[in-house]
């Protein structure tokens, strides 16, 4: 069984509760953001459960996250290596927690370096909104020599207001994504990402729902996810 919030917290709880409702045997939850009173709920149906990217510590459930902030912090640090001291985040609108959680972390670790200076700038979370956001970064004034996207889908945006003002990539203007989706690796020039191991968190959610008489039952379990820097094209020496 399945069921889509569309990111609507109603949704989310009528799914929930429909779950529930039909007693099934164990539920995964794979999204970002969970009252207290319906993982409470939940908790209190006895129903096994993996929520993804919560955070939560209950009886029953595990939990199963990504270390989001290591994966920026693996982005910045390669950009500062590289001389980029002038950097640009492209963001999108959201009050989800781990793509909050990627501004955070640029901005925390630019403070560790005085000379590093980031500036942000955020739209809808698609190709406009990429495009958009660095079109509105870019006329300010501000002179990056490097983009950090939130996500790979805003970093494809933000290469094509880069391309319209003629723009090179790397060359002028470094630019990363988030996420390691198809399309980074195919866009031009190739985007220098981070890798979230879908595949590989999938299997584990599917595996903690499944009885193992060789694992012994876990409380309060969290298994945390150390994403992979993936170099391309995309990136390069600053400029200047």
Partial sequence: MMANTGYRPEQLVAGIRMMIGRRVTGLAAIVSEMEPALIKELNQSGIPTVFYDVGVQQQ??????????????KVTEYLYSFGHRRLGFIGHHT??????????????TAAKYPSLE????????????GMQAARCLLSTGFDPTA?????????VGA??????????????????????????????????????????????I???????????EATNDEIVIDPEFILRESTGPARY
Avoid at 97 to 108: A, C, H, K, Q, S
Avoid at 206 to 216: E, H, K, V, Y
């Fill in 159 to 204: 290469l094509r207001e880069l391309r319209d003002r003629g723009l090179r990539v790397p060359q002028d203007v470094s630019v990363t994504g988030f996420d390691n989706v198809k399309l980074s690796e195919f866009c031009y020039p190739a985007l220098t990402t981070v890798h979230i191991p879908r595949e590989r968190i999938g299997r584990i």
């Fill in 95 to 108: 009050i989800l927690g781990p793509i909050n959680e990627r501004m955070r972390t640029v901005l925390d």
């Fill in 206 to 216: 599917f595996s903690r729902l499944i009885p193992d008489a060789n694992r012994p």
């Fill in 60 to 73: 029953n459930i595990t939990n199963v996250r990504v270390n989001y902030r290591r994966g920026i912090e």
């Fill in 118 to 129: 980031v500036r942000t700038a955020v739209d809808a979370d698609n190709l406009e909104g």
């Fill in 147 to 155: 983009l950090i996207c939130v996500n790979d889908i805003t970093a």
